[in-house]
């Protein structure tokens, strides 16, 4: 069974500065990683995904995650906030590829972002 | 390009009732997954629909089923309503075998 912890429940940085969300997971296969963003009283919105391919990745608004497997962790990091960026972020992981899979999500990280 | 489609918006039922939310998917997407997000929560997996059968379910009771209609859009159904199914539900879409899953703006369901 695949799980993810995202610690921090809430995060507080002043615009310009870095972003660094942590997610950790826990996966008895190779993982699929995702990020997604949601915006208050919207849906979910995929940042960005790591599908075994680079461990680099780089997603939309200027935010990248680094896939490490030595601790299992994908942590997303943004070099200067952005006042739009004040919102909820999830971390999920999934088992396998193809349409087999399903989601796994962490319980959430609420950027806030100070002027 | 429509994304996912879900409606109602909001909604409100009593205790006991019985509830059906609907979803489009995203054009060209054939595989519906459904997901309850409780408030201050991460979205938790209900079941997933492919070729108009359940492939996979979460841990939810028999309470709540689905549907997937011949032209990929699909049904959840609640029945017996309880005060802890007060959610977002979220439906998402992909192409099977795909790996990208796009959600839908979502159902916002108050029980009272």
């Known amino acids: 069974a695949q799980s993810v912890t995202q610690l921090g429940s809430h995060v507080s940085v002043s615009e310009g500065a870095l972003v660094l969300l942590r997610c950790n997971y826990s996966?008895?296969?190779?993982?699929?990683l995702f990020w997604y963003v949601q915006y208050p009283n919207q849906g979910l919105q995929l940042l960005l995904k790591?599908?075994?391919?680079?461990?680099l990745v780089k997603g939309i608004n200027g935010f990248e995650a680094e896939f490490k497997k030595s601790e299992t962790s994908f942590h997303l990091t943004k070099p200067s906030a952005h006042m739009s960026d004040a919102a909820e972020y999830f971390c999920?992981?999934?088992?396998?590829?193809?349409?087999?899979?399903?989601?796994?999500f962490g319980k959430g990280t609420l950027l806030t972002v100070n002027p | 390009d429509a994304g996912v489609t879900q409606s109602p918006t909001h909604l409100i039922k009593t205790r006991g009732q019985q509830v059906t939310l609907r979803c489009s998917p995203k054009?060209?997407?054939?595989?519906v997954s459904w997901y309850q997000q409780a408030l201050g929560q991460g979205p938790q997996f209900i079941f997933q629909?492919?070729?108009?059968?359940?492939?996979q379910r979460g841990n939810f009771p028999d309470r709540f089923s689905g549907h997937q209609f011949p032209n990929y859009s699909s049904e959840l159904n609640v029945n017996a309503l309880l005060l802890g199914d007060s959610a977002l539900y979220l439906c998402?879409?992909?192409?099977?075998?795909?790996?990208?899953?796009?959600f839908g703006e979502g159902s916002w369901l108050t029980v009272v």
């Open positions: 998402a879409s992909t192409l099977w075998p795909g790996n990208t899953i796009y």
């Open positions: 996966s008895s296969v190779p993982p699929y």
């Open positions: 790591y599908t075994s391919a680079a461990t």
């Open positions: 999920a992981v999934s088992d396998s590829g193809g349409s087999n899979y399903k989601l796994t």
């Open positions: 054009s060209g997407h054939d595989t």
């Open positions: 629909y492919y070729e108009e059968e359940e492939r």
